[in-house]
């Protein structure tokens, strides 16, 4: 079964250092998607980045960049000069096929929850 | 675009009662929409599969009887706790498929607290 594990259960920074969050991805489909989605401690959900399973290229938007890294099944995001305002839960997920046809969900890692200090 | 509202986004109340969560696609037509809980401090853990016209499927260990979902239109699922207890009190989020590969667009979450 498919399984996301995000090993850092909390990190704490100061303001302006970068920050990597960790994520180690399980899966026997050879097509998927990993997503990362940030939590803020309203609850809702924002979407962050969604990359399927043949596009190895590294991303980049702004301070968030993400590595992703087929060989070591992980798919590791960074926040460089990290603010207060990136404070959050931050969870990692992948996409499990159900059925064939395409029906899918979205199996979420535990989360980091990332605080940043001024 | 793809905006997917929940109503309400707080609820009490009491034990035994029940309660319904509305999700709607606000500017896109869902024909899939899914249901998650999250317990606090815990991740999001999928209950059921909503498709419009059709049964939902639930996840091993959800209570179909107790967690009544109901995809009435394209733009609309309702999730129904029935006969409610204090432990049922979780945050409940849908999501409603989009158009592309995997894309789920998510709603801002019901906090549900039974006293």
């Known amino acids: 079964a498919q399984k996301v594990t995000q090993a850092q259960t909390e990190i704490s920074v100061v303001e302006k250092e970068d920050v990597t969050l960790d994520c180690v991805y399980e899966?026997?489909?050879?097509?998927?998607?990993l997503f990362w989605y940030k939590q803020p401690p309203s609850g809702e959900l924002v979407f962050l980045i969604r990359?399927?399973?043949?596009?190895?290229q590294n991303e980049i938007s702004g301070r968030y960049s993400w590595n992703f890294q087929k060989s070591t099944s992980s798919f590791n995001f960074t926040i460089t000069a990290s603010q207060v305002v990136d404070s959050a839960v931050y969870f990692c997920a992948l996409s499990e096929i159900i059925t064939q046809g395409g029906s899918e969900k979205l199996v979420f890692g535990k989360g980091t929850k990332l605080t940043v200090n001024p | 675009g793809a905006v997917v509202s929940q109503h309400p986004s707080r609820v009490i109340c009491k034990s035994g009662t029940s309660v319904k969560i509305e999700c709607r696609s606000l500017?896109?037509?869902?024909?899939?929409m899914f249901w998650y809980r999250q317990f606090p401090k815990q991740s999001l853990m999928l209950m059921a599969t909503s498709n419009e016209g059709s049964k939902a499927t639930y996840e091993q260990g959800v209570e179909k009887d107790k967690f009544l979902i109901n995809h009435a239109s394209l733009t609309l699922s309702t999730l129904t706790v029935t006969s409610a207890h204090p432990e049922d009190s979780s945050f409940y989020i849908c999501?409603?498929?989009?158009?592309?590969?995997?894309?789920?667009?998510f709603g801002p979450g019901t906090r549900l607290t039974v006293t």
């Open positions: 500017d896109f037509q869902a024909t899939t």
């Open positions: 990359r399927n399973s043949f596009d190895e």
């Open positions: 999501s409603a498929r989009g158009r592309g590969p995997y894309e789920q667009y």
């Open positions: 899966t026997r489909d050879t097509t998927y998607y």
